[in-house]
C-alpha cells in the first residue's frame, strides 16, 4: 500500500526523481507510517491535491501535514 503512493509519480522508468524522500517507520503502538519529506510546501501542496485526494490509494488511510513532511498511516 505504501510503496503505492510513495511510487505515485515515478510509474516510469524515465520518470523525473520525485520531489521528496520516502521512508516507512514504525511508531511506539506499532503502527507502519510513510513519511515523505518535500523539499518545498509547494511541491507537497500539488503532490496531495493532484496525486492523493480522490485517489485509490489513500482510501482507508489518514494522513497529516507537519511543515513540509507528509505522514500517511492506515486507519485500522
Known amino acids: 500500500h505504501y510503496a ?3 511510487d505515485a509519480t515515478s510509474e516510469h522508468a524515465d ?3 520525485p520531489p521528496y524522500t520516502a521512508q516507512t ?3 511506539r503502538h506499532g503502527k507502519n507510517v510513510l513519511r515523505l519529506r518535500f523539499e518545498n510546501f509547494e511541491e ?3 503532490f496531495f491535491m ?3 485526494i480522490g485517489s ?3 482510501k482507508g488511510s489518514a494522513s497529516k501535514v507537519i ?3 507528509l ?3 492506515d486507519r485500522n
Do not use: K, S, V, Y
Open 50 to 52: 493532484d496525486e492523493l
Open 71 to 73: 505522514l500517511i498511516w
Open 44 to 46: 507537497l501542496e500539488r
Open 25 to 27: 517507520i514504525t511508531n
Open 15 to 17: 520518470a523525473p526523481r
Open 56 to 58: 485509490d490509494a489513500m
Open 67 to 69: 511543515g513540509t513532511t
Open 4 to 6: 503505492e503512493i510513495a
